[in-house]
Every structure is written in C-alpha cells, then in structure tokens.
C-alpha cells in the first residue's frame, strides 16, 4: 500500500476518513489492499470517485467483480465522465458482467474508454467471430495495442497465416499478442511456419505463455533446431505447454536440464525421453518460483526424487 499510487496519500484526512468504509465496502484486507494499491489507489479517496461506489456495485454485481476492477488499470478512469458513459453499451457488447469485468480489468481497461480504441469495436468483434474470442483477445495483453495502427495493419494478413479465426484469437490472446506487431517478430513467422509444419501448431506455440513472448528473440532462436533434434515431434508438447516447459531449456538451465536427459537415457533408453517430457509439461509443481533451486544436476535430481509426483 504504502509503497503504491495511494501511498502519497493515505496519510491525508480526506484520505483517512474514509479506510473503515472501504473495508466494510470490499470485505476483507486482502481485497481493500489490492484495490488501494493499485493506480485506483490514487483516486479512491476523492468525491467524484466516491459518489459511483454503489452504483459500481450493483453494476459490476458483486464485491469480487469490484475488486477485480478497481483494482485493475481501469481503476484510474473508471470514475471518469467519458469511461462511464460507455458502460452499458459495453455490456451489450461483451453480453455478460463477467465479460465485461474480465475485460475492464485487464490492460485493455485503460484503453477501451478512448474513442481511437472504440473506433474499432464492431469491426473486431466482426473479425474475432463471437464475443467469447473478442473477450479472450481484448483481456490479453493484446488488449493494449489492438486500436493502434501499427497493430491493425496486419490483422487480415494474420488471419489468413493462421488459417482460422479460432487460431488468430489464440494468438492474439497469448503473451504473443503485445510483440506480433513488431518487425523483429513478423520476420521469422514464415520460418516457423515452415518449421513447426501448419498454422495450427504454430498458432498452440505462439499462444503460449513462454514461448509467444520470447520465440522471436535471438537467444532463444539459436536452440530451435537443437530442440528439434532431440525432442522430435515431442518439440510441439514442450514449446506449447502451458507449464512454463520451454524456459528449462533454455539459458540458464539448459545445460543441467540436457545433463539430466543424458543420465536417464543411460538409465533407461525405451522410456526415459518420454518421462522427460512428461515433467516439463505435466508436472505442476515444477514452477518457475523454484526454478532457482534447479541450477545443476544435483539439485534437480533431488528435487525429482524427494517429490512423490516425480518418483519414477
């Protein structure tokens, strides 16, 4: 809290008067430090913030919802004449208050308001096919660069590289979606299509979380082939799964990873590639938070063996 927007103003009365209301209002301190530590914090305190509070309520239909928004980029704008003016007609759009909170609190949420992202709605809408993509593409990080021209420009173009409106959304409503605009992205595509062989595994790889924001990225290039060459047909499981497989190997846990691979194929040449691939992608619990305990042999071994999912 302190160290947010609201810290250069909680210690002002008018600040002050209001933090036992704001409990009550979001419900507990996790929800009340959320939204005070987000851009929102900086406004909540002010009159033309607080005289929407209840309305927002209702609106948004529960104190969750609230929060979520709130304490989103939207929380900045959405106390603002020319943001709520638009908020019926928005939940027209998106058709449900679920979709328009996922939507409104995301980094679209600072953006939606603007009339050169308005602009646009219908014609995405048109191009996306159904809300539920409009939703996926515009609450992703996508979100933030969808209404600009640099963007725009090449949305019929990538629909018709990735074959299908379903393909595009995944795409465009990955981590992939804040880069595929830029040039030093757009000039390896017809290389990876090649690559990864068709438009639907390409658009599963580029739609991940890990790979879609790096796989454009020099350090990472330089490995695709030799990933290729000891993973098969194994390489499209790893670069899109969703568990974050693709960053093992990858600098600086390659090598101890590759290590790894070498032993168990000693070990045990008919299954061992596949248990590999099965703890990059299946496994949960290797995560990026204990990634920092995986920097050898040693350590991941140990981890593997003392985890009772990672027995075999």
Request: glycine fraction near 6%; proline fraction near 1%; include cysteine.
């Amino acid at each position: 809290v302190y160290g947010s927007p609201c810290g250069s103003n909680i210690h002002k009365e008018e600040f002050r008067i209001h933090t036992k209301e704001d409990l009550a209002l979001f419900g507990s301190v996790d929800n009340l430090v959320r939204v005070y530590a987000s851009e929102c914090g900086s406004n909540i305190h002010k009159k033309e913030f607080r005289i929407h509070t209840k309305e927002n309520l209702a609106f948004f239909g529960s104190v969750e919802n609230l929060v979520r928004v709130y304490g989103s980029p939207c929380g900045a704008n959405i106390y603002k004449k020319e943001f709520r003016i638009h908020m019926k007609e928005d939940l027209a759009l998106f058709g449900s208050v679920d979709n328009l909170v996922r939507v409104y609190a995301s980094r679209c949420g600072s953006n939606i308001h603007k009339e050169e992202f308005r602009i646009h709605m219908k014609e995405d809408l048109a191009l996306f096919g159904s809300v539920d993509n409009l939703v996926r593409v515009y609450a992703s990080e996508c979100g933030s660069n969808i209404h600009k021209k640099e963007f725009r420009i090449h949305m019929k173009e990538d629909l018709g590289f990735f074959g299908s409106v379903e393909n595009l959304a995944r795409v465009y409503g990955s981590s992939c979606g804040s880069n595929i605009h830029k040039e030093e992205f757009r000039k390896h595509m017809k290389e990876d299509l090649a690559l990864f062989g068709n438009c639907d595994t390409l658009s599963k790889i580029y739609g991940s979380q890990v790979c879609g924001s790096n796989i454009h990225k020099d350090d990472f290039r330089k490995y695709i082939k030799e990933d290729f060459l000891l993973f098969g047909d194994q390489v499209e499981q790893i670069y899109a799964s969703s568990n974050n497989a693709i960053d093992y190997l990858r600098d600086p846990f390659r090598p101890a990873v590759l290590q790894l691979l070498t032993i168990l194929q000693e070990i045990d040449d008919t299954t061992a590639k596949d248990n590999f691939v099965h703890l990059l992608t299946k496994y949960r619990g290797l995560t990026l938070k204990k990634k920092t305990r995986l920097n050898n042999v040693a350590s991941l071994l140990s981890f593997c063996r003392d985890d009772e999912e990672c027995k075999w």
